[in-house]
Every structure is written in structure tokens, then in C-alpha cells.
């Protein structure tokens, strides 16, 4: 078996054995890449009327979120745009439960609130990420099927290429790899779709399913940043800890006062602010310089008692300008996964894609189906009969499907 067959198998067999893996997790993925966009639609809440003035400090934030808090102590605080409401959180890591409350950062006046559940499918774009990241089981299995999904659709991918691969770049060859035939028939439009738009969509899926895969392999998210980085180890992302030996004792106009001093210095388009719930925990920052945009943001952490900077020395610890290369496609892996690194044009793009993607496994199957169970003509042999010698013919007998021909009476 020589290398085209190998490759021909291998296609066809993980193509048929991850067709619904792949297909749910790009459906979902399609659907969830407009996330903020689609909420936005139907949760006025996420909004407010934009003012020409700063907004207020995080502690005045936590007071107006206090009569809905109540004695529950919220650990974090998240600004957005000028005209978007912030947001004042208590989650439980525990239960896997959030309760949420909407304010207007300009008057801290309550807009909204709601309970949220790590593990319930109750809020729509919930139930399609539980989908997207572990296909509705179990946490544990389910994020290890989607990471063999996913890591065969990659070699899906590779071998797609090389038999979409024309054997000669012809004009009448050519227009068969890239065009698809809209007048054929049903099998040729429906091979079209697949081996045609498999094509264009192969580089974009494979940065998707790449940096899908960080999230599913420690090996793999090593050996990307190995890579990246010329050799360097990756070190992971660890909880910074505050001296709980300090004598001081934690203020919440500590967060006021880091909070200002960080206004002051950088250009911020929105804002997360982690809240110390023990004496250990640090006060952490991540300042986002481009609305829309996780990667292009600065991480701070500091002890909460003394208020000095601390790191973890993780790809996401500090400024990004002074990130190294692996450091900062590191931060952009996220990004780059759901199509928001050039925001809605790239966004569009992440959306066609995916939703090809969903087809793959569907126009595949039509074509397995096809030739395994292709009906054979039926034929039967025809004898020319009458006047004339039929040795004498250059073809004194042929074959033809039974429904085009008469037979006649031998003689």
C-alpha cells in the first residue's frame, strides 16, 4: 500500500470515526463566536448611557452592589467601555456558581443581577460552550473526547490536502480544486462543497484547532511555548500569594488606591479586578488597552496587605509591551481561537469557517455513502442478429444496461 492509499485511508476512517465530535464542536464554536455581540441584543442591561466623566472607585461600586450582595463578599470587579454597565461578582470556586450584579459605574446604582452555574445548560450561550468544550458529559471525559476530536481533525486536515492536491495544475484540473460545479449533479456539487471549500478553509481551521488543542494538553501548550520561545520552558500560571505574616491589615481602599494609580499610567479601555476573599490572596489587574480584545491587556498583582507589586512569572504576568514574542502569542491564543484578534472582520471570518467545518463531516459521509453503496447497473449480453455476418463486425457482440437495450429472438 503505497503512500496515496495510506493517506486515503487514514481520511476516510478518522473522518467517519470523529465526524460527530468535529461536527458538534464546530457548530457550537460557529455559534459562540458572536457571544457578546448576540447578548448585547437581548440583555439591555449590559449597557448604559455614556457619560463625559471617570467612572467611580471599586469601593463605591461594591456599596451600590451591597443591597443585592448582602453579607456575601464579592471578589471581583470588572469595568467595561464608557458605555457599558460594570459588573460586581461573588464566585463560589466551590459550587461552581456566580451571582452577578449589573451596575452603572457612574452612579453605582443597580441595573441588574443574576445567579449563574458553571455546570447548568440553564443560559443559552452556557449550554452551547458546555457543548463546545466537553460535548454535555462529564467535565473529565468529556474534555478528553473533545481533545482526541480535535487532534484528529488535525490530521483530517493534513490528509484533506494532500488529496485535494491537483496531479497536474491544468486549466480544467484547476477549476475542479477550486470551483465549485453549481449546474452538475447532486454527488459532484455535494464533492464540490467538500473538497472545495475543505481548501479555503484549511489554514483557518487549523489556528483554530491548534489553539484549541492548548487548552486540552498540557504537553501540547509546552510544547508550543517550547517552540515559540527558542527553548525555554513555559512556567504556568500560579496563584500569587500576599505575606499573611504582615502585621498590616487589608483595607478595601487599598483596590482604590491601586486602581487610581493604574488609571493614571494606562490607557484603559475596560478592566478585571480580583478581590482578596483570604489573607493570602494578592489584589490582581488585568487592564485591557483594546476593547474587545483579551490579549492586548497589562496584568498587575499585588500583596494586599504592603500593596507591592508581586509576579508569577507566567506568559500572562505584566506589561505586554514588555512581553516576549512566546509570551505574547501565548496571550493571543484565546483570541486567535474564537476569531476576535482583528475584531469583527476576523470574528466573520472564525464564523464561515467554523460553520464549514460543520459541514465536513456531513458532505464526507455523503461521499463515503455514495460509492459504498452505489447501485450497479445491470447488464446483459446483446447478440446482433440478421442479416449480415457477424464475425465480419468489428464488434459482433457488446454489452448494455438491461433498461436501454430490446432484446431480440436469437436466429
Known amino acids: 500500500m503505497n503512500f496515496k492509499k495510506i493517506n486515503a485511508f487514514l481520511h476516510l476512517w478518522l473522518g467517519l470515526g470523529s465526524g460527530l465530535i468535529v461536527f458538534i464542536v464546530s457548530l457550537t464554536g460557529c455559534i459562540y463566536v458572536f457571544e457578546n455581540e448576540i447578548r448585547g441584543l437581548y440583555e439591555p442591561w449590559k449597557f448604559v448611557e455614556k ?62 443581577s443574576e445567579k449563574k452555574s458553571r455546570k447548568s445548560n440553564s443560559d443559552f450561550f452556557r449550554f452551547i460552550l458546555n457543548g463546545h468544550r466537553q460535548l454535555w458529559l462529564p467535565r473529565e471525559i468529556g474534555k478528553q473526547v473533545v481533545g482526541v476530536g480535535v487532534l484528529t481533525f488535525v490530521i483530517l486536515l493534513i490528509s484533506g490536502i494532500v488529496l485535494w492536491w491537483p496531479k497536474k495544475w491544468i486549466k480544467s484540473i484547476r477549476d475542479k480544486s477550486f470551483k465549485i460545479k453549481w449546474n452538475a449533479n447532486f454527488k459532484r456539487k455535494n464533492y464540490d462543497l467538500h473538497n472545495v471549500l475543505g481548501f479555503y478553509a484549511v489554514v483557518f481551521l487549523l489556528i483554530i484547532s491548534l489553539t484549541g488543542l492548548v487548552y486540552s494538553y498540557k504537553w501540547y501548550s509546552k510544547s508550543v511555548y517550547w517552540l515559540t520561545s527558542g527553548g ?144 450497479k447497473k445491470k447488464t446483459k449480453k446483446v447478440y446482433y442478429t440478421g442479416e449480415g455476418n457477424p464475425a465480419k463486425r468489428k464488434t459482433p457482440w457488446k454489452t448494455a444496461p438491461v433498461e436501454k437495450i430490446q432484446v431480440e429472438e436469437l436466429v
Open 232 to 375: 525555554q520552558p513555559m512556567k504556568e500560571f500560579s496563584r500569587t500569594l500576599s505575606d499573611s505574616t504582615s502585621t498590616l491589615t487589608y483595607q478595601q481602599a487599598n483596590v482604590d488606591q491601586l486602581y487610581s494609580k493604574i488609571m493614571a499610567t494606562d490607557k484603559a479601555e475596560g478592566m478585571f479586578i480580583s478581590l482578596p476573599a483570604k489573607a493570602a490572596d494578592a489584589i490582581a489587574f488585568t487592564v485591557y488597552l483594546k476593547a474587545g480584545k483579551l490579549y492586548n491587556a497589562n496584568s498587575y498583582t499585588f500583596d494586599q496587605f504592603t500593596l507591592k507589586p508581586i509576579s508569577d512569572g507566567s506568559p500572562f504576568s505584566g506589561k505586554y509591551e514588555d512581553a516576549s514574542v512566546a509570551d505574547k502569542l501565548r496571550r493571543m491564543n484565546y483570541d486567535l481561537h474564537i476569531g476576535a484578534i482583528f475584531g469583527i472582520p476576523s470574528k466573520i471570518v472564525a464564523f464561515l469557517v467554523s460553520l464549514i467545518s460543520a459541514t465536513l463531516p456531513i458532505t464526507g459521509f455523503i461521499i463515503w455513502f455514495g460509492k459504498k453503496f452505489k447501485k
Open 51 to 112: 457619560q463625559e466623566q471617570p467612572f467611580l472607585l471599586p469601593t463605591q461600586l461594591i456599596r451600590g452592589a451591597s443591597v443585592v450582595l448582602g453579607k456575601q463578599q464579592p471578589n471581583s470587579i470588572r469595568y467595561g467601555a464608557k458605555d457599558e454597565s460594570a459588573t460586581v461578582s461573588n464566585f463560589d470556586r466551590k459550587a461552581g456558581t456566580s451571582l452577578i450584579v449589573y451596575v452603572n459605574p457612574y452612579t453605582a446604582k443597580v441595573i441588574h
